[in-house]
């Protein structure tokens, strides 16, 4: 996952749309393979949801900025109540 972000970032500099597909893949790729109950599933969850956003961002496809959307309900269903990232 952290190739992802590091993607994220360099599309953030450069610009460049390829770079953001290439962390939105990988990014997705590392959800599917984590367990719902691992510690760090929500935050990749996360993670997705954010370049997904951006990528909206850029291009203003709404199919991206719904998904990042269900994303994020997803992420905070996963989390526990008392977990400070619901805070």
């Not at 749309?17 to 790729?29: N, S």
């Not at 510690?39 to 900025?65: F, H, P, Q, S, W």
């Amino acid at each position: 996952m952290h190739y992802a972000v590091l993607k994220t970032k360099e599309f953030q500099r450069w610009g460049r749309i390829q770079d953001l597909e290439e962390a939105i893949k990988k990014g997705k790729h590392a959800v599917a393979a984590t367990k719902e109950d691992d510690d760090v599933y929500a935050g990749r969850l996360n993670n997705v949801g954010i370049m997904l956003e951006c990528r909206y961002e850029r291009t203003g496809k709404m199919e991206d900025l719904e998904e990042a959307i269900s994303i994020a309900r997803q992420a905070v269903k996963v989390t526990p109540e008392d977990h400070p990232d619901l805070a």
